[in-house]
């Protein structure tokens, strides 16, 4: 690939604005999915993030492969319809399996869009841009989490569980059409005479790259301990805090609050590596802290400024980590790497789900939360030291090449001495 001389910004916000609109409608669909199952228990809501989650685990390698080795063009019409179809279908009533099948169908179909997404942005946006690119994306998709939650309560509470899969059908299927809207397209190179397309290469690549592979055990050991709260958030709020379907929403839409605010700093504000380094470490730091401080909230309303500082706190991952990532990662491998990256992080977050329900059922609710938060503050302080180790010195590294450059350049541009 060659490399972006000029930040394509009018892209950027578009394909990111494109994409909010699918994920408002993937907002809708989860939250009226784990409010309609929340009578059945937390294991059946356990099951719904289980169910959902795992094509982003079973499917990755042949996602990020499909990613690298075949046009945007081809791929997200095609899934894109697929998956729309899948979500229009839970418009009907159907039985529990069946529902679970679309889930699955849906999320398949997401797990390979995601990383196809994911390798335009390289396309787009310079190295030095990037940290203040994946801040303008995430502003634009924090809103859908805004929104999301927010409108999925005030149509359920009006409507019904049925226009939410609806808006979610059809934002879906609109994503067609969107790589020929915004002339946007991934062209994979074509592979050498008896060379095959390595579909573990993403798992082996963030495996030897000492920087990934750190900062890949210390979120695969936070998510693992703070996932408790997506199942036991429900139950806190509304069968001990007397929260409805409306004040959840707003609840959670406090989350996407603080995302929005920090995503659009990020977007705005061009800072140095250590810069975005330390800030990265004081955002893990805080978002660790989540499930004590939800666990021990007195009120929907304590929880509601608790989410908006995890918000906060889980934008510096998406816009400094996921930055971080990508501009260690070669551009011919990053959908396998973006897949196997999502898949090891799904692991910790189904892991945790399977066991949620029963966990929340014997210990109750608060109890679990605030253990599990206090568990991911240590893995925090026990793994950050290595990522911040590792990361300082690709910076340092970095600043001796650049130095070398503008020396070079200075010399060269020197007139030769005249005799």
Not at 97 to 117: E, Q, R
Not at 279 to 303: C, F, K
Not at 342 to 360: D, E, N, P, Q
Request: charged share 10%; proline share 3%.
């Amino acid at each position: 690939m060659s490399e972006v001389l000029a930040t394509k910004w009018s892209k950027i916000q578009a394909m990111a604005l494109a994409r909010a609109f699918s994920l408002l409608g993937s907002e809708l669909t989860l939250f009226t999915l784990v409010f309609r199952e929340k009578a059945l228990g937390p294991a059946a809501v356990s099951l719904l993030f289980i169910v959902g989650t795992l094509p982003s685990i079973i499917f990755a390698p042949w996602a990020g492969s499909i990613a690298d080795r075949f046009s945007t063009k081809a791929v997200i019409p095609l899934l894109s319809v697929i998956g729309g179809a899948a979500v229009f279908a839970q418009t009907q009533r159907l039985d529990t399996w069946a529902i679970l099948l679309l889930l699955f169908t849906a999320n398949t179909c997401a797990s390979v869009v995601g990383p196809t997404w994911g390798k335009l942005l390289p396309l787009l946006a310079t190295k030095d841009d990037m940290g203040r690119a994946m801040g303008t994306t995430q502003s634009y998709y924090s809103l859908a989490g805004l929104f999301g939650p927010a409108l999925a309560g005030i149509l359920i509470a009006k409507t019904g569980f049925v226009l939410t899969f609806a808006i979610d059908g059809f934002f879906t299927t609109a994503m067609a059409v969107m790589p020929f809207i915004l002339a946007v397209n991934h062209k994979p190179e074509a592979l050498a005479p008896g060379e095959k397309t390595q579909v573990s290469k993403g798992f082996t690549f963030l495996w030897h790259n000492r920087l990934l592979r750190s900062l890949v055990i210390l979120v695969f050991a936070m998510v693992l301990c703070i996932s408790f709260i997506a199942v036991g958030d429900v139950f806190l709020l509304t069968n001990i805090m007397g929260a409805d379907s409306l004040i959840y929403g707003l609840v959670s839409s406090g989350f996407a609050i603080g995302t929005f605010l920090f995503s659009l700093y990020a977007g705005t504000k061009k800072l140095t590596l250590q810069r975005e380094l330390l800030i990265l470490g004081i955002g893990m730091a805080v978002l660790s802290l989540m499930g004590v401080a939800v666990g021990l909230s007195p009120n929907y309303w304590v929880v509601m400024v608790v989410w908006f500082i995890g918000g906060m706190s889980n934008a510096t991952i998406n816009s400094y980590g996921v930055s971080m990532m990508v501009k260690e990662t070669p551009h011919e491998v990053q959908g396998r790497v973006f897949a196997a990256f999502g898949a090891v992080v799904s692991v910790a977050s189904i892991g945790t789900m399977s066991i949620a329900g029963g966990l929340i059922g014997f210990f109750g609710v608060r109890e679990v939360l605030v253990a599990s938060g206090a568990l991911a503050f240590i893995a925090f302080l026990v793994l950050f030291p290595t990522v911040y180790r590792e990361q300082s010195k690709i910076i340092r590294a970095t600043d001796v090449t650049s130095t070398e450059e503008s020396a070079s350049k200075g010399a060269a541009n020197e007139e030769p001495a005249t005799e």
